[in-house]
């Protein structure tokens, strides 16, 4: 049976990109230093193209969802979702990088071409109904993001991320292809839909408990959940900002869709034993994340251990498997996580003219006198982080709260109570300082468009989504797995 | 009699071993190079399951792996390489600014 | 009148976007003009940017005189244009000042239908639309108007306006003023979102809403390092309130599956999806620890005294009128709950009545101004739980509205004084003011004598009935307990009204004469409000004297425990007695504190108070301890060595040693915490990968064996 | 015997003391060949299995391509002084314990008796031929290269192309890496 080029449709938006990563590569050569924000400019335009493509070739909805490529690779509403929150994050990463690459000595047209290469891995990761085309797409994705780690070479503290992030993400990658070889041995098939076929005839063979369990470490990595989180808060510490924001959002989404797709429709029908290591982990993820952030004073290591706690909570939409509210209070979750942390991070950007200057929790001191604006929005950030209401942060908190209740999973909803109360005491530490203490002469503040652009962007999702939740709600339960 | 069971030991031997080079090493080149031992014996157990099960996915899914053992060893070197030369050593206890 | 509701919190909400947009376009073009001669100073100061170079700090230090920035008590940037403050103050009391008036044109109507047809009374609900849905549940942002929301609303927006015309006048001579309007705006939206939320977690919006500003105005003098101080401890206590609120309403949910305050039905009819008594009693303890963290109740009232570090407005508005009787608030909302758990209620009372002594006491012996009043609010607010503990809710609403408007009145009135003293808060260094500030005087005094309860004034009419009903109880120990507090609430607050306004100006001649009284801004609401104090509390005559408005207009909101009647020879006899012990609090005021004896030297001993010889010769009759108290003619340390000593073991526990291990120790327990967990975290995060994937290893192994054990 | 048997053991033996050598050499460049003879080794393991084409490319990409990246890189960052430094790690113990004791507790599990039920090996011709059809003819193709071709340009299509991007950003990031000069390309 010859390749139906037809199925190349499915791909337009991928193969888009793509070119575009590599005619911008090319340009780059051409271009001199001072036209480099064209390449910015050009790369943001790809990827709203790319976010318009999503739809052209399905004008009718109801013909997904559509798999093509002998069972690789499939367009449906769940990946789309992905897609969408994906895009806007490296849109929002590019918005951050303009003035911070340009100012920099380093070069920025493979820089932008790594964010959409990056970009287009996380593309193909979502769209994965095969072992093999998810694998290949997620190192796609984590050898770019080595690279964007370690991208200011002449900083110790950047290669040093990347080289703690290359080894363990290498070492993790290792894990969990261990484990796909177990199941593969286990199903003889790498299709989820096959692996979910042989897991119903034999659920509890050991060959399958173990891969699934070293697949979940694998994956659990990626998601920076405990005990496999450790290389977050020093990459996110060591990477340029924008990077780290990226990192923060973008690889996160990516991971927690494959994840919902090989534990929901390959591994998830045969065996729920899953579900608790699932729960040990979001347990062990929350009050790590939140306590170990108690102690940070550099506001990048600060944010990386909350989102390492935000993971925990996100986690907990995994346990309504089998249950109609896990999966939609995950995704409204992560659409929220996204708005609020490139927010804040955003807030990080702009405080940060130089180098790795204005990192540390002192450095918001008096904002809120010498830039009310950033500060207000900066505390709306903080407070959806938190997850008070009407932010953003709040509906995703209480649905994933309500999910694990409906799950019978009390006692972690009240881990997780109990932990927003303790997250309280970092983010409004922040708070503290741009509120109630005076900053010492002038701040290093640059008001910089693209990036004010970006955060108001993400403000007004914030807290738009916080009072009129129900279009994101209805948008993620119209996106479920099927 | 060469089983199937043996071929899973000896990748699960080897599996541990560069487990246990990632574990112990101080030197950064000598730890890409457990982790490339992991991904044999990912291989080896790819290969013989195939065999044992008469699929050929396992030999595709293989030769990704050598795809992606190839890209990681070109940037594991660069970012050696690097580090190299910023603090000249590629030892990794060097490498430990960022704590806590 | 036909009009939505939610446009009484919309409109304040637009005066906060106004404000805040006026005070952020104002702050821009200033910043820009500082940062022009900022560049025209620094010539030199070139914009490369290089990546690495770690020079950014310089210029840290000597921007600061080009900045032109003052760092002293006050916030003394240049004053606004004229323009932009007549802004801002018609924005800010305008936009409050509309509310008001809407709230009203609902508030009469629904009222008279209520009391016309007190049984068939049924809540106004406005549904605007369906916020959160899950499963089957759905939570609404919608508006609610029963008796309970009402009686919240009329003095909440009524004594918020009020404030916020005061604080036209007080304010503006402050470079922060549209800032300052910004939040106060917010602050009035947030607590309307509060009362007229028709669910407990809309409600938790208002809640977090005014915490917020409260927090961030608590920091409004932001140099100053106590003020930075005391908005951590309020973070801190509030958190712990806040953590009790939140598995509050998820205890709620658990037991009657919806948030919607139809649960109060519910509850009346005894209909709860589950639960058992303990349920509902660890429910009812988890939602009054929130009450207790927002309402400055034992053990978390350390928060409020120290508030005060906030403008007096501030004070006036948020911690004594309006944020601070949430608590009881959402205590009254949940009355059907509180009374299926009789323990609950109990404990509420006790609570209440622990702080009301305590406060109070604490209360006899302060100097400053201020800190007097925070106490008394304190102590007031256990009143109100105290009521609320007997199961008369209805009087603790009762009081709660009267004391809005006596206790706006006090705080209001010594803004006014420490205004004309120019930010004198130090009693011992005024005297005399009576004849130099007549307005200010006259309405503190009538609000005064409201509080120590006086016949007609309002506080005697609630404060009765909180006794009447802790008695006709049964309670007697926690009615003695109030008797007791009611006497010290009369002697602290005399003590203040002799020690600010009689005898002779205990300044320099210079300060004296600089002393003025405030403007018409600030002198209307203390009469309108001093107007109040005298009046509302026959909306609320007790039972002997016929009907009592105020109980009947709440009972379709509010649960009531079946109390025993008691003979009106009985509540004559308690009223008698509750005037006289009022009486003989005022009484020993006047005659110890006559504001002449002493000169107060600025900076002198705190020994050097004002006491008359009879005082001296009260203490010197006490024995030993009378001696060593009249040798250093110190009364207040004599009061705090007498009145206290029953108190002394918890009040030191309580006062100091509470606010001292607890709020102190939880706040330095984080740092405790964070060298503990520091150490946890930095054995996992060494900095080294061999470790991180060390980690990783175990974290496998775990996972496999915790499978392999099941 | 049996010279599968034989050449297993073998086979076993000198990628088991690669391996070994691998993690305890003390020069990375004495590492490196103990890895080039792990290599070596598993791909004889490979064409044992019947896996021709993969122990061809075993060869090529690891004993060729990935090899001589080390040894570039070995050379290139040639490191004498840590000689007289301990080259494992302080907790080298409990490293080396967990290691082992992953190997002990995993391992039983594989290869306890009730795990591996599999039964023969299945028949090696599903390795070697390839099934082609098309709407009009159905062709048996012999062939293990044959067979893995036809797997990797018709299923496998969609990875493959992802593996070229893969291989792509490998270069780009290895040359952002790995220039020594920060000015852009002129």
């Known amino acids: 049976m010859p390749f139906p080029v037809s199925d190349l449709i499915l791909i337009v938006p991928e193969l888009f990109l793509t070119a575009v990563a590599l005619g911008l590569l090319i340009y780059a050569t051409v271009v001199s230093r001072e036209k480099e924000g064209a390449i910015a400019w050009m790369a943001l335009a790809a990827l709203v193209l790319t976010g318009v493509l999503l739809f052209v070739p399905f004008s009718s909805v109801t013909s997904l969802p559509q798999i093509g490529f002998a069972g690789m690779f499939a367009v449906d509403k769940f990946s789309l979702f992905f897609k969408i929150l994906i895009l806007a994050a490296a849109a929002v990463t590019i918005l951050f990088s303009l003035r911070f690459i340009g100012s920099s000595p380093y070069p920025g047209g493979e820089y932008y071409c790594l964010i959409l290469l990056t970009t287009v891995g ?163 993820t929350m009050v790590v994340g939140n306590v170990g952030a108690l102690m940070q004073e550099n506001v990048k290591r600060l944010l990386g251990y909350s989102s390492i706690g935000h993971a925990g909570y996100a986690l907990m939409g995994f346990l309504g498997y089998g249950t109609d509210f896990g999966l939609p209070a995950l995704m409204i979750y992560l659409a929220s996580y996204a708005l609020m942390t490139l927010g804040a991070f955003g807030l990080v950007v702009m405080l940060e003219t130089k180098g790795y200057a204005g990192e540390s929790v002192d450095d918001f001191n008096g904002l809120a006198r010498k830039n009310p604006t950033a500060a207000a929005a900066m505390l709306v950030f903080l407070l959806s982080l938190t997850g008070i209401p009407p932010t953003v942060g709040f509906i995703g908190k209480y649905y994933l709260f309500t999910s694990a209740m409906k799950a019978g999973w009390f006692w972690l909803a009240l881990l997780g109570v109990l932990m927003s109360a303790v997250s309280l005491f970092y983010y409004f530490r922040i708070v503290r300082a741009m509120y109630l203490v005076d900053g010492e002469g002038e701040l290093r503040w640059k008001e910089e468009p693209a990036v004010s652009a970006a955060v108001i962007a993400c403000l007004a999702g914030t807290l738009l989504f916080g009072i009129l939740p129900q279009p994101l709600v209805s948008w993620a339960k119209a996106c479920l797995l099927n | 009699m060469i089983t199937l069971t043996h071929y899973v030991g000896l990748s699960f031997l080897l599996f541990s071993i560069g487990v246990t080079g990632v574990l112990i090493r101080r030197n950064l080149l000598t730890v890409l190079m457990s982790i490339e031992l992991m991904l044999n014996a990912v291989n080896l157990n790819l290969i013989a399951f195939s065999r044992q099960l008469g699929d050929l996915n396992g030999h595709l899914f293989a030769i990704f792996i050598i795809t992606v053992a190839a890209g990681e060893a070109a940037i594991g070197l660069a970012i050696i390489v690097s580090l190299y030369r910023l603090k000249g050593s590629v030892n990794l206890d060097d490498a430990a600014e960022m704590k806590g | 009148m036909n009009y939505p509701i939610w446009l009484i919190p919309a409109l304040p909400l637009l005066g906060f976007l106004l404000n805040g947009l006026a005070s952020l376009l104002y702050g821009a073009a200033q910043a820009q003009k500082r940062g022009e001669e900022w560049r025209k100073a620094h010539p030199d100061e070139g914009h490369g940017h290089d990546h690495g170079s770690h020079e950014a700090a310089h210029g840290a230090h000597d921007s600061h005189d ?94 918020g306006t009020l404030i916020h015309l005061y604080s036209v006048g007080y304010m503006q001579a402050e470079a922060g003023y549209g800032r300052f309007f910004a939040y106060l705006n917010l602050f009035m939206f947030s607590m309307l979102m509060l009362v007229l939320a028709n669910n407990l977690p809309m409600l938790f919006i208002g809640w977090e809403g005014v915490g917020l500003c409260s927090y961030l105005l608590i920091g409004y003098y932001y140099d100053k390092d106590f003020a930075a101080a005391a908005g951590k401890k309020a973070f801190v206590t509030n958190r712990v309130g806040d953590f009790g609120m939140v598995l509050g309403i998820f205890g709620i949910l658990a037991l009657f599956g919806t948030t919607d305050f139809s649960f109060v039905d519910m509850a009346r009819q005894q209909q709860m999806a ?23 109740q034992v053990p978390l ?96 609403m009762f009081h709660v509205f009267t004391h809005a408007f006596f206790k706006a009145c006090l705080f209001l009135g010594s803004g006014s004084v420490i ?292 | 015997m049996d010279p599968s048997v034989f050449f297993f053991w073998v086979f076993a033996a000198i990628t088991v003391v690669g391996a070994l050598g691998v993690i305890t050499m003390r020069q990375p460049l004495h590492s490196a060949l103990f890895l080039l003879l792990t290599f070596l080794a598993v791909a004889g393991l490979f064409i044992l299995q019947h896996a021709e084409f993969l122990a061809a490319v075993q060869v090529l990409v690891y004993a060729g391509g990935i090899m001589v990246l080390f040894l570039f890189t070995i050379m290139l960052v040639n490191v004498r002084r840590q000689a007289k430094e301990p080259f494992v790690n302080r907790r080298a113990g409990i490293a080396v314990l967990a290691g082992f004791f992953l190997f002990l507790l995993v391992g039983g599990v594989l290869t306890g008796p009730a795990l591996v039920k599999k039964g023969p090996p299945a028949d090696p011709a599903a390795l070697k031929t390839t099934v082609i059809e098309n709407s009009t003819a159905r062709v048996v193709v012999p062939g293990n290269s044959e067979a893995v071709a036809w797997g990797l340009y018709r299923d496998y299509l969609l990875p493959f192309e992802v593996a070229s991007v893969f291989l792509l950003v490998a270069m780009i990031g290895a040359v952002v890496l790995g220039k020594r000069s920060l000015e852009k390309f002129d």
């Open chain 1, 122 to 284: 996380m593309l193909f990761m979502v769209s994965g109904v095969h072992l093999v085309s998810i694998y290949i797409a997620l190192e796609l994705m984590a050898l770019s993001q080595y690279v964007l780690a370690g991208y200011f070479k002449q900083e110790t503290k950047s290669i040093e991320a990347a080289a703690k992030y290359f080894v363990l993400g290498a070492f993790s990658s290792g894990v969990l292809l261990y484990g796909l070889s177990l199941v593969y041995g286990a199903a003889r098939t790498l299709t989820l839909t096959g692996v979910a076929q042989a897991l119903a005839a034999s659920p509890k063979a050991p060959l399958f408990i173990l891969g699934i369990i070293l697949v979940a470490c694998g994956l659990f990595f990626k998601i920076a959940s405990a005990p496999f989180h450790v290389w977050a808060p020093d990459v996110y510490e060591g990477a340029p900002t924008p990077i780290a924001a990226f990192f923060a959002v973008g690889p996160k989404l990516a991971a927690y869709a494959i994840f919902a797709r090989i534990f929901y429709s390959g591994f998830g029908p045969g065996s729920a034993d899953w579900t608790v290591i699932v729960a040990a982990s979001a347990a062990l």
């Open chain 3, 66 to 159: 080009a900045h032109g920035h003052d760092h002293g008590h006050h916030d003394t940037g240049p004053m606004l244009p004229w323009a932009l403050r007549l802004f801002h103050g018609v924005v800010g009391v305008g936009t409050v000042g509309l509310a008001t008036v809407l709230s009203f044109g609902i508030l009469v109507p629904y009222a008279k239908s209520v009391m016309s047809n007190v049984e068939g009374a049924r809540p106004i609900v406005e549904t605007l639309y369906h916020w959160i849905q899950v499963g089957g549940l759905s939570i609404d942002i919608a508006f609610r108007i029963d008796a309970l929301s009402a009686l919240m609303l009329s003095f909440v927006t009524f004594v």
């Open chain 3, 301 to 396: 009232y350390v928060w409020l005294p120290d508030a005060m570090a906030g403008p007096t407005p501030v004070s006036a508005l948020i911690h004594a009128a309006t944020m601070v009787t949430a608590g009881v608030y959402l205590v009254a909302r949940c009355s059907a709950v509180f009374l299926l758990a009789p323990d609950a209620l109990t404990l509420v009372a006790w609570v209440g009545a622990g702080t009301a002594i305590l406060a109070a006491s604490i209360g006899l012996a302060q100097n400053d101004i201020k800190k007097v009043l925070a106490y008394s609010t304190v102590s007031q607010l256990g009143y109100m739980f105290l009521a609320c503990g007997v199961g008369a809710f209805a009087i603790g």
């Open chain 3, 419 to 710: 205004h004309a003293l120019h930010h004198e808060q130090d009693m011992r260094a005024m005297g005399g003011l009576a004849k130099k500030t007549p307005a200010t005087h006259l309405t503190m005094l009538v609000s005064a004598l409201a509080i120590a309860g006086i016949v007609p004034f309002a506080g005697f009419f609630s404060k009765d009935q909180i006794l009447g009903s802790a008695f006709a109880g049964g309670h007697y120990i926690l009615f003695a307990v109030g008797l007791v507090t009611a006497g010290m609430t009369a002697f602290y607050m005399f003590r203040l009204y002799r020690m600010t306004f009689s005898g002779t100006y205990r300044g320099t001649p210079e300060q004296e004469s600089h002393i003025h009284e405030s403007p018409l801004t600030m002198t209307v609401p203390l009469w309108i409000l001093g107007a109040g104090s005298v009046l509302t509390g026959f909306l609320g005559l007790p039972e002997v004297f016929g009907k009592n408005l105020m109980v009947e207009f709440l009972s379709p909101s509010v649960g009531k425990m079946h109390a025993h009647e008691v003979s009106h020879a009985t509540e004559y006899l308690l009223m008698a007695v509750s005037l006289a012990v009022a009486g003989a609090g005022i009484f020993l005021a006047f005659k110890w504190y006559t504001g002449q004896d002493a000169k107060f030297t600025p900076g002198a001993a705190p020994e050097d108070i004002i006491a008359s010889p009879a005082a001296h010769a009260f203490f010197e009759k006490t024995g030993t301890l009378g001696k060593v108290v009249a040798n250093k003619w110190n009364v207040d340390e004599g009061i705090e060595a007498l009145v206290l000593s029953p108190f002394r073991k918890i009040g030191t526990f309580l006062w100091r040693g509470f606010d001292a291990l607890f709020i102190d120790g939880l706040v330095n327990a984080s740092a405790f915490m964070v060298e503990l967990t520091g150490d946890l975290v930095r054995f996992f995060t060494t900095g080294n990968v061999r470790n991180y994937a060390l980690t990783f290893v175990l974290g496998v192994l775990g996972f496999t064996l915790y499978i392999w054990m099941r």
């Open chain 3, 274 to 296: 589950s639960g058992t008594p303990l349920g509902v009693y660890a429910v009812c303890a988890l939602l009054f620890l929130g009450a207790c963290g927002k309402s400055a």
